[in-house]
């Protein structure tokens, strides 16, 4: 079995994706916990939002080639780790942190369990190293 990814990309994203890439230059997400914004997948310029020990790297969004990483808080991490990640856009306004909020849009999170052989797949990939 391919090891499965924890995070995937719609075109409508990855579109929104490369318009801020040509604004800002590379960008990074990182998954919040809530508060003022809920639980939404923040977009900020590579490198601007400092990850460290209490972070989880999900894993890269594929955009035309070009590895966009997705982060999590650890411990937000243990509540979702059985899940797989799809970021999304849809119309609205979100975040004023986040760098799609000027243009009308928002990035959003569509979840989907992992099966349980998935779920193996990452746990020995993740002994492993």
Excluded at 94 to 107: I, M, N, Q, T, Y
């Amino acid at each position: 079995m391919d090891l499965p990814g924890r995070v995937s990309v719609t075109a409508e994203a990855a579109e929104q994706i490369r318009r801020l890439r040509g604004r800002h230059g590379p960008v990074m997400f990182h998954q919040s916990g809530g508060c003022c914004d809920g639980s939404a997948p923040m977009c900020y310029p590579a490198g601007e939002f400092l990850t460290g020990d209490a972070d989880v790297h999900l894993g890269d969004l594929d955009v035309d080639g070009e590895s966009v990483p997705v982060w999590m808080s650890r411990s937000q991490f243990e509540y979702w780790k059985h899940t797989h990640l799809t970021i999304d856009l849809v119309a609205g306004r979100g975040s004023g942190f986040s760098l799609e909020a000027p243009d009308g849009v928002r990035f959003l999170i569509r979840s989907r369990l992992l099966t349980d052989e998935e779920c193996e797949a990452l746990d020995q990939a993740t002994t492993n190293r």
